[in-house]
C-alpha cells in the first residue's frame, strides 16, 4: 500500500571554497555517492541567490549570486568546469535537487536508518526508528562529560523521562543526570521560561562539558537549543523529538530560540546537536491533532523540491493519519533527508534554506496575531501555504490543478485551509512587517512557481496580489 517513490532525496555535500573567486572540485569518499562536490564563496548577503540542479549522477550545476552586481555560475559535468557571471534576483529550488537513481522499499516494519547532516566537523547523524530509547549507546555517544540535563515539560516527562535517564545512565555510572519540566504549550517558550533552564544549570553548578538533552516537541526542542548555545557561551546538546512536528522539521538544523510578544522566533541563535535521536514508538502518545500538524511540515517539503513525495502522500495520507508504522518512518526519514540536504547546502539560511519557510510568513502572523497556543504550529503554516498558494495562483506562476491538490491533502489532514475569521488585513501586514525575512523593508515571500516541486524565495512580486490574497481570506 505504501509504495514509496523510486527516488529519494540525496544529500549533495559542499566543500569549503579557499576564497571568493578560487573553488575547488575533489570527488567524495564514497564512490557509490559519485558526486563532485563545491562550495559558495563565504560572504554571502540576504539578497544571495541559489540554485542547484542534479542533472545525472556525475553532473552538478550550482548558481549563487553575491552582494556584486553579478553572480556566480558554476556548471560542473564530466571534466570541464565552466564559470560566467549573471544577473540576479530571486532564490530557486526545484524537485530535481532531491532526485536518485537508487530505489526505497519499506517493509512491514521501519528499520532504524541514519540520516547525516553534513557541516564538516559540525556534521551529526539523525537516527531514526522504533525502539532506539532502548538502545542507551546511541545516546551515550553523544555524551562527552559527566553531566547530563534533560529539559523537558509537564506532558513529556511522566511518559519518557524516565526511559531516558535510563538510556544515559545503563552501564554508565559516573554520569549524572538533572532535569528541569517546563510547562507545555507554545505561549511558554518566552524568556520567563528559558530562565527555569538557565536557574537549574547553574544551581546544579554544571560546567562547559555538560550536555543538555531536549526531550519533547518543537517548543522544548527550541528552548534546550538557545539555552545550550547560551550557558557559558556553549555547551553540547542533544534532541529527542517527540512529535511529527520535531521529528521532520524543528530539531533537525540547528534553529533555536523562543517568541517575542510582537513576533514568532525572532531571538535565537543557530545551533547545531550532537545528535538527533527520533523514536517513532513516541508517536503512540501524540494527540491526534498533534499528528495532524506535524503533517504541514510534511506536506510542505513536497510542495517546494520533492513532487515524488507529495504524490506518495497524497496515497498515503490515510495510512499517515492511521500511524501506519511503515508509512510514519518513511515519511520521518525522507523529511530529514530533504531538511539535511538544505541544512548542509545553507546552514544559516542566507539563500536555500529560507524555501522551507513556504506559509510560514502568513502562518507565523496568525500564530502571534491570534495569540501563541491558540493554534499548533502546523496549523497555522497549513493555513498560510494555501494562502501562499493562493498568491502564486494570482501571479499566474501556477495552475489550478496545484492550488486544488493542496487543499485537498490538507482537507484529508484534518488542517486548516483558512486563517482564523479573527484575522484581518492590518494585523496580517503589521506581523509580517517585523518577518525575519524582510530584508531592508522588502518582505520576501516563498512562492511556488512552475511544476510542484518548485518553488522561488523573492521579494520580485506583484504588490497587488500579496494584498488581494489578504483581502481574499480576511473580511476586513
Not at 550550482?62 to 564530466?78: K, M, N, V
Not at 519499506?106 to 553534513?118: L, P
Request: net charge neutral; glycine share 8%.
Amino acid at each position: 500500500m505504501l509504495n514509496p517513490p523510486t527516488h529519494p532525496p540525496r544529500t549533495t555535500k559542499l566543500i569549503h571554497a579557499l576564497s571568493g573567486a578560487e573553488l575547488s572540485h575533489p570527488s567524495m569518499a564514497s564512490t557509490a555517492a559519485n558526486h563532485l562536490c563545491a562550495s559558495l564563496p563565504s560572504k554571502t548577503n540576504t539578497s544571495a541567490d541559489f540554485f542547484l540542479r542534479v542533472q545525472t549522477p556525475n553532473a552538478v550545476s550550482l548558481r549563487s549570486s553575491f552582494a556584486s552586481p553579478s553572480s556566480l555560475e558554476l556548471t560542473r559535468g564530466g571534466n570541464s568546469t565552466r564559470v560566467r557571471s549573471r544577473s540576479r534576483s530571486s532564490i530557486y529550488a526545484s524537485s530535481a535537487q532531491v532526485m536518485d537513481q537508487s530505489a526505497s522499499k519499506t517493509g512491514s516494519k521501519a528499520a532504524s536508518t541514519i540520516v547525516e547532516v553534513d557541516l564538516g566537523n559540525r556534521s551529526y547523524p539523525i537516527y531514526i526508528g522504533s525502539g532506539l530509547l532502548d538502545q542507551p549507546e546511541l545516546l551515550q555517544r553523544h555524551v562527552h562529560g559527566k553531566r547530563v540535563l534533560v529539559v523537558t515539560n509537564t506532558t513529556i516527562a511522566p511518559l519518557y523521562l524516565d526511559k531516558v535517564v535510563e538510556a544515559l545512565t545503563r552501564g554508565n555510572p559516573n554520569v549524572l543526570v538533572e532535569s528541569v519540566i517546563l510547562p507545555d504549550g507554545e505561549q511558554y517558550k518566552n524568556m520567563e521560561t528559558l530562565m527555569k533552564v538557565f536557574d537549574k544549570a547553574i544551581e546544579s553548578r554544571l560546567d562547559r562539558k555538560c550536555t543538555f538533552v531536549a526531550l519533547g516537541g518543537g517548543v522544548i526542542g527550541d528552548m534546550c537549543g538557545f539555552a545550550a548555545a547560551a550557558f557559558l557561551r556553549g555547551v553540547n546538546f542533544i534532541q529527542i523529538p517527540t512529535t511529527v512536528m520535531a521529528q521532520v522539521d524543528s530539531s533537525v538544523g540547528g534553529k533555536t530560540g523562543i517568541n517575542h510578544p510582537l513576533g514568532k522566533n525572532l531571538i535565537g541563535a543557530f545551533y547545531q546537536p550532537q545528535c538527533v535521536l527520533v523514536d517513532t514508538d513516541t508517536l503512540s502518545t501524540l494527540p491526534d491533532r498533534e499528528l495532524a500538524s506535524g503533517l504541514a511540515e510534511v506536506i510542505k517539503y513536497g510542495l517546494i523540491r520533492d513532487a515524488e513525495f507529495f504524490e506518495w502522500q497524497e496515497k498515503n495520507i490515510n495510512a499517515l493519519l492511521t500511524r501506519d508504522p511503515s508509512a510514519m518512518a518513511y515519511a520521518i526519514k525522507r523529511s530529514c533527508e530533504n531538511k539535511a540536504e538544505v541544512v548542509s547546502l545553507d546552514e544559516k539560511e542566507s539563500g536555500l534554506r529560507a524555501t522551507l519557510n513556504l506559509g510560514h510568513t502568513f502562518g507565523h502572523a496568525i500564530e502571534t496575531s491570534f495569540g501563541y497556543g491558540q493554534w499548533l504550529h502546523g496549523e497555522a503554516v497549513a493555513a498560510g501555504m494555501v494562502m501562499a498558494v493562493d498568491m502564486s495562483y494570482r501571479l499566474g506562476w501556477i495552475d489550478d490543478s496545484i492550488v486544488k491538490r493542496v487543499h485537498n491533502i490538507l482537507e484529508q489532514a484534518k488542517l486548516p485551509t483558512a486563517p482564523p475569521e479573527v484575522m484581518t488585513v492590518e494585523m496580517f501586514k503589521s506581523v509580517m512587517a517585523v518577518d525575519k525575512k524582510v530584508a531592508d523593508g522588502l518582505l520576501r515571500l516563498i512562492l511556488l512557481k512552475g511544476s510542484l516541486g518548485n518553488c522561488v524565495f523573492t521579494g520580485d512580486y506583484d504588490r497587488k496580489a500579496l494584498d488581494e490574497t489578504l483581502h481574499a481570506f480576511c473580511k476586513s
